[in-house]
């Protein structure tokens, strides 16, 4: 892991980003632009990096990246394979090593049916590196839990408000065990390789000893495939979008798994609006608000069953929390 | 000792001719068995080289598990002088042509296909040539063949007749 940022660049250029790299903890983006200065966003700070392969705030000093070595990049990345990620290339993005995820724009190939076919001229990278924050979950676990039972959760934040950081480790504590709730086997149906980070079908991610990965498959086949050979008592999914994939939630739940979602939203409005008020309100027993009023990573509010007020807030994220102070819980 | 030496140098020509056409078989038994794992498995050109490895034997099977290891070490080397560095000297230990090696190692020319249509394209290409040229040299082996021994066997005599 620890220079799986390094790993990402051919031979002849380790040397360039070594200096970089090993700023690997802090570093959230990189984005290599063709004929456009590398830009790195390190913990919410932008920096360019100069010719030497140093940091800089200075634009002026700041080096630009060439097409050539930005084929040369994305080669390397598909291991010289570039046919063998024509699926994760059509999406947009590719996992990599290390969990980190590669996203591409260039050009679209649009079929004839409308579909993209694939990306060619490829001139944007954006390189998301990953970061798994073991315990993020800590302080949402007595909400959770219901005398040792847990409960349907859906998490609802904006982008960049760490709900997926939130679910992976959320699906870590119910996998392994927690002092909550006994171990539980856990269904990830990982379309978009976010949760468990797989990379060749391994968890790149700790997902905990109880989980089995579906990995790059749609949500709603996977739901279903794991729930038949897995035997599930958990299912986890990222990003919940689509009304049919509520409904493969639903058949989940009515088979008796319980539920952790996420999905897109400043509140519950916004998924009112796209599923319907109060359609998916009966399948979650807890509905966990995020925001980023008080830095990334903030618990907004827990709602009980969809229907309550704004109460409790607390920092997703706090070393010197201690297990039992849970987060009020609204009516 | 003057026939028996000219006998075998007739017989190791006979053995290079069958030889040739042997290695050319054995190189496009390796395409096809790429091109499987490229349609079927959309592995990685190093993977489909550890997959292929397993079922391949001798040199050409440790050379094929060391291109997908040292791949797997991710040293930022390119595949292409991988592969050269590990499958060159098997090819150069076997009766092969300088021009047989470079059609086989053609196909890596292009891995930057994002279609794996075409990728398949390429290997068939490189895996068709070689069919036509152990084709064309199965065609007249047999006479070749019995001509190289017959030289030998003449050669043979007709230095000792010389030498008489």
Same mark, same amino acid.
């Given at each position: 892991?620890?220079?799986?940022?390094?790993?990402?660049?051919?031979?002849?250029?380790?040397?360039?980003?070594?200096?970089?790299?090993?700023?690997?903890?802090?570093?959230?983006?990189?984005?290599?632009?063709?004929?456009?200065?590398?830009?790195?966003?390190?913990?919410?700070?932008?920096?360019?990096?100069?010719?030497?392969?140093?940091?800089?705030?200075?634009?002026?000093?700041?080096?630009?990246?060439?097409?050539?070595?930005?084929?040369?990049?994305?080669?390397?990345?598909?291991?010289?394979?570039?046919?063998?990620?024509?699926?994760?290339?059509?999406?947009?993005?590719?996992?990599?090593?290390?969990?980190?995820?590669?996203?591409?724009?260039?050009?679209?190939?649009?079929?004839?049916?409308?579909?993209?076919?694939?990306?060619?001229?490829?001139?944007?990278?954006?390189?998301?590196?990953?970061?798994?924050?073991?315990?993020?979950?800590?302080?949402?676990?007595?909400?959770?839990?219901?005398?040792?039972?847990?409960?349907?959760?859906?998490?609802?934040?904006?982008?960049?408000?760490?709900?997926?950081?939130?679910?992976?480790?959320?699906?870590?504590?119910?996998?392994?065990?927690?002092?909550?709730?006994?171990?539980?086997?856990?269904?990830?149906?990982?379309?978009?390789?976010?949760?468990?980070?797989?990379?060749?079908?391994?968890?790149?991610?700790?997902?905990?000893?109880?989980?089995?990965?579906?990995?790059?498959?749609?949500?709603?086949?996977?739901?279903?495939?794991?729930?038949?050979?897995?035997?599930?008592?958990?299912?986890?999914?990222?990003?919940?979008?689509?009304?049919?994939?509520?409904?493969?939630?639903?058949?989940?739940?009515?088979?008796?798994?319980?539920?952790?979602?996420?999905?897109?939203?400043?509140?519950?409005?916004?998924?009112?609006?796209?599923?319907?008020?109060?359609?998916?309100?009966?399948?979650?027993?807890?509905?966990?608000?995020?925001?980023?009023?008080?830095?990334?990573?903030?618990?907004?509010?827990?709602?009980?069953?969809?229907?309550?007020?704004?109460?409790?807030?607390?920092?997703?994220?706090?070393?010197?929390?201690?297990?039992?102070?849970?987060?009020?819980?609204?009516? | 000792?003057?026939?028996?030496?000219?006998?075998?140098?007739?017989?190791?020509?006979?053995?290079?001719?069958?030889?040739?056409?042997?290695?050319?078989?054995?190189?496009?038994?390796?395409?096809?068995?790429?091109?499987?794992?490229?349609?079927?498995?959309?592995?990685?050109?190093?993977?489909?080289?550890?997959?292929?490895?397993?079922?391949?034997?001798?040199?050409?099977?440790?050379?094929?598990?060391?291109?997908?290891?040292?791949?797997?070490?991710?040293?930022?080397?390119?595949?292409?002088?991988?592969?050269?560095?590990?499958?060159?000297?098997?090819?150069?230990?076997?009766?092969?042509?300088?021009?047989?090696?470079? /059609?086989?190692? $053609?196909?890596?020319? &292009?891995? !930057? @296909?994002?279609?794996?249509? #075409?990728?398949?394209?390429? %290997?068939?290409?490189?895996?068709?040539?070689?069919?036509?040229?152990?084709?064309?040299?199965?065609?007249?082996?047999? /006479?070749?063949? $019995?001509?190289?021994? &017959?030289? !030998? @066997?003449?050669?043979?005599? #007709?230095?000792?007749?010389? %030498?008489?």
């Amino acid at each position: 892991m620890e220079n799986s940022i390094l790993q990402l660049f051919p031979a002849q250029r380790r040397r360039f980003w070594t200096e970089i790299a090993g700023r690997q903890k802090d570093i959230r983006e990189i984005r290599l632009r063709v004929n456009r200065p590398i830009m790195i966003n390190c913990t919410g700070k932008e920096f360019y990096v100069n010719s030497e392969g140093n940091p800089t705030h200075n634009p002026d000093e700041a080096r630009s990246i060439g097409g050539g070595e930005l084929e040369e990049l994305l080669e390397h990345i598909c291991h010289y394979s570039l046919y063998a990620y024509e699926e994760e290339l059509r999406q947009g993005f590719l996992t990599v090593a290390g969990g980190h995820r590669i996203g591409v724009a260039g050009q679209a190939v649009m079929s004839e049916g409308g579909d993209i076919r694939t990306i060619r001229n490829i001139r944007f990278l954006n390189i998301r590196v990953a970061h798994e924050v073991k315990g993020a979950a800590d302080r949402l676990l007595p909400s959770v839990y219901d005398d040792g039972d847990l409960l349907n959760t859906l998490i609802i934040s904006p982008p960049g408000c760490g709900k997926t950081t939130l679910l992976r480790d959320l699906v870590r504590q119910v996998s392994n065990g927690n002092p909550y709730g006994r171990g539980m086997t856990v269904g990830v149906a990982d379309e978009r390789s976010e949760i468990a980070g797989a990379y060749g079908g391994e968890p790149q991610n700790d997902v905990g000893i109880r989980t089995d990965v579906l990995d790059n498959c749609p949500k709603e086949k996977a739901m279903m495939l794991l729930l038949r050979s897995m035997s599930p008592e958990v299912i986890a999914i990222d990003e919940l979008g689509k009304p049919g994939e509520l409904e493969a939630l639903r058949s989940a739940a009515a088979c008796g798994c319980r539920i952790l979602a996420t999905a897109h939203g400043n509140g519950v409005e916004d998924l009112d609006t796209r599923f319907g008020r109060g359609s998916y309100k009966s399948l979650f027993h807890r509905i966990v608000l995020l925001d980023k009023k008080k830095g990334a990573g903030c618990i907004r509010e827990v709602l009980r069953g969809g229907v309550g007020s704004a109460q409790g807030s607390g920092k997703l994220y706090d070393p010197d929390w201690k297990f039992g102070n849970g987060i009020p819980v609204s009516k | 000792m003057i026939l028996i030496g000219s006998l075998g140098m007739g017989f190791r020509y006979r053995n290079e001719f069958t030889g040739r056409i042997q290695a050319l078989r054995m190189l496009r038994t390796i395409l096809v068995l790429l091109e499987g794992e490229v349609r079927y498995g959309r592995d990685t050109l190093a993977e489909c080289c550890g997959h292929i490895s397993v079922r391949m034997k001798g040199d050409c099977k440790s050379a094929f598990a060391l291109v997908a290891e040292r791949m797997r070490q991710n040293s930022g080397e390119n595949f292409e002088s991988i592969f050269r560095d590990c499958v060159e000297p098997v090819l150069k230990s076997m009766p092969l042509k300088p021009e047989d090696r470079e /059609e086989f190692f $053609r196909f890596m020319g &292009s891995y !930057g @296909c994002a279609d794996s249509s #075409l990728q398949l394209r390429l %290997l068939e290409q490189s895996r068709e040539q070689l069919e036509t040229k152990a084709g064309e040299l199965a065609a007249g082996n047999n /006479e070749r063949c $019995r001509m190289a021994v &017959s030289l !030998g @066997c003449m050669g043979g005599l #007709l230095i000792i007749l010389v %030498l008489w």
